[in-house]
């Protein structure tokens, strides 16, 4: 009997070891990849042609800056009809509603297929520019209704809610809701909330129609509000009673609107930021008052605030120390500084440190990050009262333009800055790159507010505008 060399035999075993497996895990993998690839793995092998069509359907028209170059508005329906079903996601961004006259028409015959029962992630956004300023926003379409009892995501944007409209959607296990640049009044806005009886996060943009927003929710765990254009903007935001909240979110460096922030009863409560550079929104915990990055009154402390982000126009010791007054428990300290030129107006210096405060005060930072680090005196001295007097340092990154990324000129920074007498023997010090502003702020300001798997918000600082 003939034998197959060992060599050949192993080859020839080997040869797609991915379709051995179970449909189940094929299926899985299939359901995961961007829309166009997952369509084309039909052509892989000829087991492979039935499990696209079997596989939970995810169209996420959004996922890669250059998808709609790939899929145009007319694929749309062919894929849908195409598919057996059931829905996993549909995402679909405003670009693909450009000039059209009837959006919600267009969305509500796509919502409708079988290829999306039991969807469990929607996104949508109207275009807002091919409508007048005087004309309302189309309401989002109704056959959202039918997938109430299975969507865990939903993110609503360029559309309006009628009165009494939102109070008519129960989303019993709705985790995650956006809306924005909606019009919405606040009637139907705690309609809305109070029929999302296990929702955890929530992101809002200050134009949403209504000026006063009340907060009571027994399960969210984590609130962000995003600066947009629109002329009726949210005067008062209040987080009147909320037991589970960890996080609450400025998205932006500027906020154009005197908003007011009021948190009465948030006892959870660890991470806060970006707090702007102007003195907007007025921030208040009781009697403690912060305006943008300011401590206007420090008469209470916050004991839970673990996480911090701030925004400077110039780096300044003494604003940093007051809020280090207000939350004594801070951990993570972020600091992005919006001038990109050497010169300042602060210098930081040691003899206009408060010696009572240091010689009395417990820092327990862990970890520092400053952005736009620039190496000159007021940096310096800002970064090494921390390498002098944080005892339980662990991190400290200085992002720095690529210009200064160079081995002598960090040798000069580290001597400088006293890092061979730091009082945390085992922190560490980093120089790195301050990288380039990404594509998609949206995206990352919706995964900062939504994704609750990391403790920290702002482990991607840098890359906030």
Not at 79 to 96: A, D, K, N, Q
Not at 175 to 187: A, C, D, G, R, T
Not at 237 to 259: K, N
Request: with cysteine; charged share 20%; net charge neutral.
């Amino acid at each position: 009997m003939a034998t197959v060399p060992r060599g050949k035999e192993s080859r020839r075993e080997g040869d797609d070891h991915i379709s051995r497996l179970p449909d189940a895990i094929l299926g899985e993998i299939i359901s995961r990849l961007p829309t166009k690839d997952g369509g084309r793995t039909q052509a892989v092998a000829s087991r492979w042609r039935h499990l696209w069509r079997s596989v939970p359907l995810s169209i996420d028209l959004d996922e890669d800056p250059g998808a709609w170059r790939l899929i145009q508005s007319g694929e749309i329906s062919g894929i849908l009809s195409s598919h057996h079903g059931p829905g996993r996601r549909f995402s679909v961004p405003r670009r693909y509603f450009d000039g059209d006259a009837h959006p919600a028409a267009t969305l509500d015959g796509w919502l409708r297929s079988p290829a999306l029962d039991g969807l469990r992630e929607l996104e949508f956004h109207y275009d807002l520019w091919c409508r007048s300023p005087t004309q309302p926003p189309p309401p989002p379409p109704t056959s959202v209704c039918r997938f109430s009892s299975t969507l865990h995501v939903v993110s609503f944007g360029g559309c309006g809610f009628p009165d009494g409209n939102a109070g008519a959607l129960h989303l019993p296990l709705l985790e995650q809701l956006s809306l924005l640049n909606v019009k919405i009044s606040e009637s139907s806005l705690y309609a809305l909330l109070a029929g999302c009886p296990v929702l955890q996060s929530l992101m809002l943009t200050d134009s949403i129609g209504c000026s006063a927003i009340r907060i009571v929710s027994r399960t969210i765990r984590s609130i962000g509000v995003r600066q947009s254009s629109g002329s009726f903007k949210i005067q008062r935001l209040v987080i009147q009673d909320a037991p589970c909240l960890e996080r609450l979110i400025l998205c932006g460096q500027h906020f154009y609107s005197e908003m007011i922030i009021s948190v009465i009863s948030a006892p959870k409560l660890y991470a806060l930021g970006q707090l702007p550079v102007e003195g907007r929104p007025r921030l208040e915990f009781g009697a403690t008052v912060f305006l943008g990055s300011r401590v206007v009154n420090s008469t209470m402390v916050v004991p839970n605030v673990k996480v911090l982000a701030l925004t400077y126009m110039d780096l300044s010791l003494d604003m940093v120390i007051e809020f280090m007054k207000c939350f004594p428990c801070l951990e993570n300290l972020y600091i992005k500084m919006t001038k990109y030129y050497i010169e300042s107006a602060e210098t930081n210096a040691c003899w206009n440190w408060d010696w009572n405060f240091i010689s009395a005060l417990d820092i327990r930072i862990k970890k520092i990050v400053l952005t736009t680090y620039q190496g000159n005196m007021a940096h310096v001295n800002f970064a090494k009262f921390f390498v002098l007097y944080a005892r339980v340092l662990q991190s400290m990154v200085l992002e720095v333009d690529v210009r200064n990324d160079n081995k002598a000129w960090i040798e000069r920074q580290q001597k400088m800055l006293h890092i061979e007498n730091r009082a945390s023997r085992g922190a560490r010090f980093d120089f790195v790159h301050h990288f380039a502003q990404p594509l998609s702020l949206e995206y990352l300001w919706s995964e900062q507010v939504h994704d609750l798997s990391t403790g920290d918000p702002f482990v991607r600082f840098d890359r906030w505008a």
